[in-house]
């Protein structure tokens, strides 16, 4: 069917990324060279988030423009993913070329103070950064505009997608744990290949399916054109509306309002205080699991973990994402995206006080803890993209999650520099202890926002107060007045 074309997408893709940027990537820095200490290794992956948030909403903001000027639907948004792909990829290969190069000689040739080699992989995190920043919001940009040309669908599907995705995640990072423990860590230069060229299998299959669509719901015609009262596509219905006439001068207007700039749609997001809380408790609860995601293994390795053990707790945390993404829909409608934020954040709390308490060799107990990061990322993920995507307007859906991008990967960066330091001076169970206590800050925000602003619970509320709000702003953009109820 063509709803499941996309989730293919996620398929490959996720498994690709388990590898690039996945968990085995801090120990996967130590085994490369001995100058990366804990502090070295948060410091790095930090640089290399920090590289992402800052470009991420550039990332949307090219694949969206690709987009527009592509004429298959979705062409422009997945060249830009495969450009993305490629410089990944020969990035993470560019990891092995130290084994064909004599660093030592080179540093001596050109006086080099410090230590050469591990500036190279310090370089290739950084590339890879680059890759990050424009594939997660040009395939998560593809995934929303899909679900909104899908008669029958909408965005709060989006988890169920994003679901997929988790599969392939959990599988990659198996695969990927079972493969260094058997032949090395070479292993993953192999595999960084095969999922690379099956998400480029992938991205061909995808458009052919499309561009063989009868319904017409994928024609370029539509990639503007309103279908609802959703606020995204507010500053298209005006174009029809009895009053304004649909003079040239004001669809112009319109359209160029479309391609809105990244910073403007930020400040849109941030408009009330409800946003303003959601964005801090999102920086604030990425700053936490930036850790988890990332030092995570460090740790069980000084609990006395195997590679392989560690690929499965990825699984374990995949288990709870898998029904929590399903039931994206449902929940969004009886919760909101803001109790699902919540929901989140208190799971992640429970999560790493448990991390100071588990004793040396207890596995197991670390297996069960890893359960409830699967509540933490399904609801952080589900709510927050649930968020931005009702505000944003259509046609700017890899924008809108390139801004999302850059205010998670922006809690990254302080989590990791800090992180990586604290546990280098006091040790793991310290440093998850803080990183608790900054996360429940963030939930104090969110619960007062939640009960101050009276949001509601559900994403309809949500999306209809929007409506009225964005309105109002393209009434004063084009001077016309917009018939609110039909």
């Known amino acids: 069917s063509r709803q ?27 085994q490369l060279s001995p100058q990366f200490s804990d502090n070295n290794v948060g410091m790095t992956l930090s640089g290399q988030y920090a590289i992402t948030s800052f470009l991420a909403g550039w990332g949307g903001s090219l694949a969206d423009a690709t987009e527009r000027k592509c ?36 540093q001596e040739m050109i006086n080099f103070p410090g230590d050469i080699q591990m500036c190279w992989h310090i370089m290739m995190r950084c590339i890879t950064a680059v890759s990050l920043a424009i594939v997660a919001p040009s395939l998560d940009g593809l995934a929303l505009a899909h679900l909104n040309c899908i008669e029958g669908s909408s965005q709060s599907e989006f988890g169920i997608e994003r679901m997929y995705g988790a599969v392939f995640w959990g599988a990659g990072s198996l695969a990927a744990g079972i493969g260094i423990d058997h032949y090395g860590f070479g292993f993953l230069y192999v595999l960084v290949v095969v999922t690379a060229l099956a998400s480029y299998a992938s991205m061909v299959v995808y458009l052919v399916s499309i561009q063989q669509d009868s319904t017409n719901k994928f024609s370029k015609k539509n990639f503007l054109k309103p279908e609802s009262n959703d606020p995204a596509t507010i500053s298209c219905q005006s174009i029809n509306s009895p009053e304004s006439g649909g003079s040239d001068d004001t669809r112009q207007k319109l359209e160029a309002k479309s391609d809105v700039p990244a910073f403007d749609l930020f400040l849109l997001i941030c408009n009330e205080g409800y946003g303003k809380a959601i964005i801090f408790f999102v920086f604030t609860l990425a700053t936490g699991i930036s850790v988890v995601d990332n030092l995570a293994f460090i740790y069980f390795d000084f609990l006395g973990s195997s590679n392989t053990m560690n690929g499965c707790t990825v699984v374990f945390t995949v288990l709870f994402e898998l029904p929590l993404f399903y039931l994206a829909p449902f929940l969004l409608k009886h919760h909101g995206p803001g109790r699902l934020l919540l929901y ?6 429970v999560r790493v006080l448990g991390y100071t308490i588990v004793p040396e060799g207890h596995m197991g107990i670390i297996l069960m803890l890893e359960t409830l990061h699967g509540i933490s990322y399904a609801n952080l993920k589900t709510g927050s993209v649930e968020f931005v995507s009702l505000i944003v307007p259509k046609g700017s859906e890899a924008t809108g999650q390139g801004i999302l991008i850059f205010v998670n990967y922006l809690g990254v960066v302080v989590g990791l520099a800090f992180g990586g330091w604290l546990q280098e001076i006091s040790g793991p169970r310290v440093m998850y202890a803080c990183m608790g206590l900054i996360a429940f800050f963030g939930i104090a925000v969110l619960l007062l926002a939640e009960t101050c602003c009276a949001k509601g619970n559900s994403s309809e509320k949500i999306r209809s107060e929007n409506n009225i709000r964005q309105i109002g702003e393209y009434e004063h953009l084009c001077g016309n007045k917009v018939d609110r109820y039909g």
């Not at 989140?344 to 709390?349: D, H, I, L, N």
């Open 4 to 30: 499941g074309k996309k989730r293919l997408l996620y398929c490959p893709l996720f498994a690709w990324s388990a590898v690039t940027a996945g968990k085995f990537i801090a120990v996967f820095l130590q």
């Open 344 to 349: 989140a954040g208190g799971a992640y709390v």
């Open 71 to 106: 004429e298959n639907w979705g062409c422009g948004r997945l060249k830009v993913t495969s450009l993305g792909v490629l410089l990944g990829t020969l990035s993470f290969l560019g990891h092995d070329l130290p084994q064909y190069i004599n660093f030592r000689h080179l």
